[in-house]
């Protein structure tokens, strides 16, 4: 586990080098009192381990841009984002909050490294925020925050193309399911093209921290929703689904539609135990499942990166947890 005394710990992103995993994770000091308050002052913390059980914690890898840039897309505060390796080196896509805007624009931010350890934040081009032709602005006057977050970006090697999925609010349908990933593409990690979500609106207000993952000739969305963030409609379609947790869609194309199943809940609970995990592949083919611990049984914020969670990934596209199996009923 990876916890602080100190500091409260919740979203978290994964990269491998060699045997080392390196996990980058959201924090703030507990000195806050109100966990609520975490949000607007969060920052990246970087720890390392060959276990993903026993942590080295590092220096911080990128820190907000401060007062000397209010204007910075991350001036205020970083959130959660994804890693990946091109060539020679490692990009990583982040949300960034500015205090000239007290925080209520969410964009997409990009550093790059040659090491995992020492990062250069680097200039994007579009996809910096939501494009109004298909996803809710703030000027629409919705909600008080305009979401445009947790940037997941998969490599597609038929097409040579990058595609980034996003948390979304889209334009149409009932206020309180317009959740939505969003999606950009690009062909070389800086230049990005908006295109519309890839998911349709009405089951959830908030669909957060997406992850893709290849299965055989599908794809799976895996993400999360707070259960007060479910749809009147869902509800009541199925009242079983006020739950808080993890969630998985499949879809045959990156670029096409991902749907639910019949039940798309993968490790959901009353409780909200678990959340914003990560599917971690721990060695080829072995696949670990890596959430933060979000409330207690009293309903106190938690605020810790669990241990892991092995899980399978069957072809049929299921994903079989291998401990606490009685949270899918």
Known sequence: MLSFEDKWVWDSWYAKEGEIHHVFFLQADKALKDPELRHWNARMGHAVSSSLVDW????????????????????????????????????????GISLQEHGRKQRICCARSTDLLNWEKVALSGVVEADSRWYEKLEDGVEQFEAWRDPWVHYDERAQTFYMYITARGKTGPVDGRGVIGLARSKNLLDWEVLPPVTGSGPYGEMEVPQIIPVDDQYLLVFCTMKHRVSSARLAGNPGNFLSGMRCYKGRSLTGMFRPGEDDRLLADEAGTYFAARLVEYASGDWRLMAFLNFDEDGEFVGAIGDPIKVDLLPSGEIVLQELLDLKT
């Not at 990128?62 to 910075?72: K, L, T």
């Open 56 to 95: 080295k914690v590092l220096s911080d890898p990128i820190v907000p841009a401060g007062d000397a840039e209010p204007g910075a897309h991350d001036s205020q505060a970083t959130w959660t984002g994804s890693v990946l390796k091109q060539h020679n080196h490692w990009y990583m896509f982040y949300t």
